[in-house]
């Protein structure tokens, strides 16, 4: 008798539910625990807390609006080639993010599994979120007629100030930046849709789709963090 196939679980969305019912349950669940008193450390913000080193790309710049990039100084001009190379760079490169890869398939197992998990618990915000991501993530599937790679949603380009940095400064950042991100979607709208992004227009349905599947690829995702003493 011929073996059936066992069919693949794709653990990557498994994983992103999981890690979704485990903030859950620590968000509502409560415990009755002894009275101590203890000294209170100094706590990392909730952000940095989630967030993996390999997946944050960190741009300073200090109170004499000089450049850092990952702790190097660098040129204003190099943060649009380092945004690149953080939102496309081979598979297993170190120090960067690892990919995740979205199909259709995986898009609708995950949309399966987070209709249940809303059937379970229909208040959790944290699990309709995420629906609207994957579904997002479908629509993007169907655009491009197949699946794609893209950076994890704990990936992000960070922005850190000095006290003292001057707006023009921040807001070349933010340009660089953009820059940056806007080539990649234009390069890959040129392969996908024959058509340069910013050619495409947002107040026609057909465009609008193409629009969000291509943000899907290569996402805004960026953090300015509170300003502090930058050397």
Not at 16 to 36: C, E, G, H, K, R
Request: proline share 3%.
């Amino acid at each position: 008798m011929a073996k059936r196939e066992v069919e693949e679980i794709n653990a990557g969305s498994m994983a992103d539910i999981a890690f979704l019912l485990l903030i859950f349950f620590l968000i509502t669940t409560t415990m009755n625990l002894p009275q101590v008193h203890e000294e209170r450390l100094p706590q990392k913000s909730d952000v940095e807390f989630l967030l993996n080193e390999r997946n944050v790309l960190q741009i300073m710049a200090n109170k004499n609006d000089k450049i850092g990039i990952e702790g190097e100084f660098a040129e204003m001009e190099d943060i649009q080639r380092e945004v690149k190379k953080f939102y496309q760079h081979k598979v297993g490169t170190p120090n960067m993010p690892d990919y995740v890869e979205v199909t259709r398939k995986i898009c609708e197992d995950t949309l399966e599994s987070l209709a249940a998990a809303l059937q379970a618990y229909p208040d959790a915000a944290l699990f309709k979120i995420e629906q609207d991501a994957w579904n997002r993530r479908l629509d993007a599937c169907i655009a491009f007629g197949s699946g794609f790679m893209t950076l994890p949603n704990t990936a992000t380009v960070s922005i850190q100030l000095d006290n003292s940095t001057k707006y023009e400064t921040y807001m070349s950042v933010l340009d660089q930046i953009m820059q940056g991100l806007n080539s990649l979607r234009d390069s890959l709208s040129k392969d996908k849709f024959g058509v340069a992004f910013d050619k495409l227009n947002d107040k026609v349905e057909v465009d609008k789709q193409k629009i969000s599947a291509i943000r899907q690829v290569y996402p805004k995702k960026i953090m300015k963090e509170k300003n502090r003493s930058v050397q």
